[in-house]
């Protein structure tokens, strides 16, 4: 698997060293002209749309909650404005759509620090709390009935690894932030701009492997999709988790609106490319909105957090990440009409096409078989 | 020349090519001159003389210009370039102005002390540019990471964490590395956002 994300990368730069372009829907023109750069947009408009949808659920998942705590009335059992779905939409109408409208996306930056200050948050409660949290009292509790049994596992290996993989390449991917932040720098050096991506790599690395590691050790076989739900269903009335849990919808609708900005550019692209750089408020508007109201539906559609990673993952990241390297490998060497080094992966090339459908559509499988 | 200017491309090429590790990103967080990766990378552009960098752009474009490219090319933008000189290197925002400069390496030498200059406060900005990506990876996908570790066990999960963590530090990489200041003469140039 790692060799094989390896090798793409190894492609895709050829291709790239071969136009002298950087990113992913300029390689695509390259290769397969206006179609190409416009499957290369769709698929990164859908790996956003994939983040979208995760945060909305988030939220569906957060909201009820806390509001039928705050009102003292079970989930479900309260007034009419307290159903989940009519929540959602409230809160998405009445905060991020307006803030959607925003030109620049500068006016959302202080929305970063934020975001991160409560994922710090989030992992050392996590870690706090881990020690005091049981496995059979979570089972007895949240009334589980399929665990896995309590025991930690150092490696284990059944249908539901189908998941993992599609989990973690979709928690990474940032190539969209990449290169305006490049742009933006003050000392705009290769050097320094690979500093930054270190660092923040290494802080995410670190925060991940805290959250997942002690989120397990604590959970074992009774883990759940949502982490953040599970610790509130475990202990209703730890006041740190409460806030937590406060601050993770509050950061999470103040970030919906700044990945709306890139999925916007992204449709832009495929769709209205030749006006792009002309600004018009009936587009920025339209897009901002189709997107939001698509992405609430779904996401008031879809069972699971898991679910739209599994999803997401398995489909725009193979398809990143393996099948439209390869093609538009062998597309620009057979154009260009390069020799020597730049061209002799054509057959690896091909297997790499091949291998990613197949290895995309048998996670794709695993997942929906799981749902049903 | 050409060739020579090929095989330098071809070099720092293969540079970039070399994975990212461990090692490497303690190399670029502490500055430390570990393994010194990119210096080659610094020296971003090996000749000063305009005519014959437009002339290899167009070599390495091969049959597209002219074809697609010329209705996406409109207005040829420059990109900033970083010099390296003894190992420092010297931030430009106006590479055009060093072109013109012909073949003396002594106006180089003359920007040195601009580099102390910029580089102070840079912190601030090196931190706010971390925030904004950390932001970017950050998000939903911290909630679902015990999961993982639940469908994989522990260290299958740290494994797999460390790969796909590598694997996307390559991307970042590459994208960086291969901002080239003189292909994108002929490339098109986008808006983003």
Known sequence: MA????????????????????????????????????????????????????????????LPRLVAEAGHFKVGHGPWWSHPALLVVGVVVVVVWPMTWLRDIGALGFTSGFSITVMLLFTIVIVLRSSSISCTEAVQRLELHHTEGCQAHATHFDAGFAEVFPTLAFSFVCHTALLPIYTELKTRTVGHMLKVAGTSMAACFTLYGLAGVFGYLAFRGATQGDLLDEMAKYSPDDSLVLACRILVAASVTVTIPLINYPARRAITMAACYSTRDKFSWVRHVGIGTGTLALVTLLALVVPSITTVFGVAGCTTSVGLVFVLPGMFYIRLTKMTGVNGDFSGHRLGALLLVIGGVVVGVASLVGVISKLI | MRASLEAEAHRQFLHAMKPMSIPRMLHYISGADLISPWRSLRVAVPTPDPARVLRFAESMDGPMVGQSYSSEASVPRYHPVAFSIGGSSVNSSAPSENFSLGQGQAPLLQKLPAVQEESHGRSTKFLGAVFLLMNAILGSGLLGQAYAASQSG???????????AEFDCTQLACTCASHRPWRVVHSTQFSYY
Do not use: H, P
């Not at chain 1, 947009?41 to 957060?62: H, S």
């Open chain 1, 3 to 62: 060799g094989c994300a390896f090798y793409a990368i190894f492609l895709l730069l050829i291709c790239c060293e071969l136009k002298g372009v950087t990113s992913y829907e300029a390689v695509g023109f390259a290769a397969y002209g206006v179609v190409g750069r416009t499957v290369a947009a769709v698929i990164i408009a859908m790996q956003n749309f994939g983040a979208l949808t995760g945060y909305i659920v988030i939220l569906k998942d957060l």
């Open chain 2, 154 to 164: 522990v260290a299958l999960y740290l494994v797999c964490l460390l790969v796909s």
